[in-house]
């Protein structure tokens, strides 16, 4: 049930009752939910079908395959790289498995400030059961924690650090490490092994390699899709119509508001494309004595909360994980050049990765340029520029605690510490621009939701505000920065509005046709 472009031979059409766009940890849910509702349901995906077969543990051919621009996408001034899922399955299928509930605060703040209505945490619970059993949500085991992790908890241990170690969503983890690079032993539970198969056995229709080009609409409902069937060189080669009742936009906070725009729709707020959160994050490395091995077992299990408390201030903090890469990404996130870097790059089997990911405030755009593609914008505030340089101090302490000999700040000029060092040589080299690297894997909030059609996109169930046909189920739909890694909630949030769908769905599509016969 899931056709690939390859198998594709012609321009075609398809009417369907729900049109779901993207597989992540959004749309697949939305689209089991529905099809097992007894919705004809079509699924379209811009990225390829690829399952444990496929991942070949290259960073050279998976990177290509499974991330949005292989691996490059990043903000208009190149300072911040955004690392997104393009296959089926979506992000789900490179993320770290880190399985976190909205945090209460953030559901308050969101009920006060924006009038959210109904997503109290008690509201919330039913959803969250669902979705962690589908992906077999629970506690990392003590034997499964490996040595980087476990170099990052003494060190926060003999500091006084509050820490924890987190939930995940694995099964019969053989602790490899290619979490990143899709995972070949189907341990990881990513929506490519959970909900999109129980999608496509209650009957929804996927179509891989099918970008979506514009979403048709008249003054108050859409009525359809129209679709480009794409080669594995994401050339196009047959268009696709959709004709549906309802359709769910799941593309994630880059891609929706891209579509949206492109399409010309649902924007009387003149909101959609603003507020952009990324969770930015910078790598620190500490370089030990003894051998490290941080590319093998479970990427990140410890998760360090003692910088952020959200029930004091839902608003700011930060979080600092543990991080590792295969040897590419890790050369490119590691400062130098030439014979420099050359050296830096002999330790890296004694290296631990750790990183500052910010709780951001600050606030970015996403707009379409002359060829319709995405231009993102984001600057980091004063503020959190501040907290970001107190961050990276602290990963330095962390690590020298646990017995790093040297750690090495990303500067494009590198700043190596050694232990003992004063660590306000991070302060005097700040935090500019390109002049070290940040990154993100959870944007987010670029169509936010909210009761006053005036300053948000969807309201509380994801419902445009312009086209009552038209639902959003993806991170593009929390009113701020989470604060948390978004996996469970972006999946909480998708089975709340698919019920919702399902529950409403006569006053949704109107009287007339609404039923299946």
């Given at each position: 049930m899931i056709v690939k472009g390859e198998q594709i031979t012609n321009d075609f059409n398809l009417e369907a009752e729900v049109c779901v766009i993207g597989t992540g940890a959004g749309g697949a849910v939305v689209a089991?939910?529905?099809?097992?509702?007894?919705?004809?349901?079509?699924?379209?995906?811009?990225?390829?079908?690829?399952t444990?077969?496929?991942?070949?543990?290259?960073?050279?051919?998976?990177?290509p395959l499974l991330y949005e621009d292989m691996g490059q996408r990043a903000t208009a001034d190149g300072s911040i790289v955004i690392l997104q899922g393009r296959n089926v399955g979506g992000s789900t299928v490179h993320n770290l498995c880190y399985s976190f509930r909205t945090p209460p605060p953030i559901l308050e703040m969101w009920r006060r400030e924006d009038g959210i209505r109904n997503m109290r945490y008690a509201d919330l619970v039913p959803s969250f059961q669902r979705v962690e059993k589908m992906l077999k949500v629970k506690p990392i085991l003590p034997q499964e924690i490996n040595t980087l992790n476990s170099k990052i908890r003494e060190g926060c241990e003999k500091l006084g650090y509050h820490g924890l170690v987190a939930k995940h969503n694995r099964e019969n983890c053989t602790t490899s490490g290619f979490c990143l690079l899709g995972c070949p032993f189907d341990a990881k539970q990513s929506m490519l092994i959970t909900y999109v198969p129980a999608a496509s056995k209650a009957g929804a229709r996927i179509y891989a390699n099918c970008p979506v080009q514009k979403i048709r609409a008249d003054r108050n409902r859409v009525h359809g899709v129209e679709a480009t069937v794409v080669d594995a060189l994401n050339r196009p080669q047959h268009t696709l119509h959709v004709e549906a009742q309802v359709v769910v936009l799941c593309a994630g906070a880059i891609n929706s508001p891209q579509l949206l725009l492109n399409s010309g729709i649902a924007n009387s707020s003149g909101q959609v494309g603003r507020n952009l959160h990324l969770h930015p994050s910078v790598l620190l490395s500490g370089i030990y004595d003894e051998a490290i091995y941080g590319y093998r077992g479970i990427p990140q299990s410890y998760y360090v909360d003692h910088f952020i408390d959200l029930e004091k201030d839902p608003t700011s903090g930060y979080i600092i994980m543990p991080v590792y890469g295969f040897p590419v990404v890790t050369a490119s996130q590691l400062p130098g050049f030439g014979r420099a870097h050359w050296e830096i790059m002999q330790n890296y089997h004694r290296m631990v990765g750790i990183l500052v990911l910010m709780h951001d405030q600050?606030?970015?755009?996403?707009?379409?340029?002359?060829?319709?593609?995405?231009?993102?914008?984001?600057?980091?505030?004063?503020?959190?520029?501040?907290?970001?340089?107190?961050?990276?101090?602290?990963?330095?302490?962390i690590l020298f605690a646990s017995g790093a000999k040297k750690v090495l700040v990303p500067y494009e000029s590198p700043l190596a510490l050694n232990r003992g060092d004063d660590l306000r040589a991070i302060d005097q080299r700040g935090l500019r621009p390109?002049?070290?690297?940040?990154?993100?894997?959870?944007?987010q909030s670029t169509c936010k939701m909210g009761e006053d059609p005036a300053r948000s996109v969807v309201n509380s169930w994801g419902q445009s505000h312009d086209l009552k046909n038209l639902f959003m189920a993806d991170m593009s739909i929390f009113p701020t920065s989470l604060g948390a890694p978004p996996q469970i909630s972006t999946a909480a949030f998708a089975d709340r509005t698919a019920h919702y769908i399902k529950d409403n769905w006569r006053r949704i599509v109107g009287a007339v046709g609404a039923e299946k016969t």
């Open positions: 089991k939910e529905l099809a097992e509702a007894g919705r004809d349901v079509v699924v379209l995906e811009q990225g390829g079908h690829y444990r077969d496929d991942f070949t543990q290259r960073e050279d051919e998976m990177m600050s606030a970015g755009t996403v707009r379409v340029d002359r060829s319709n593609r995405p231009e993102i914008t984001y600057q980091v505030n004063a503020k959190e520029r501040a907290l970001f340089l107190e961050g990276m101090k602290h990963c330095a302490e390109n002049d070290i690297l940040l990154a993100s894997t959870h944007p």
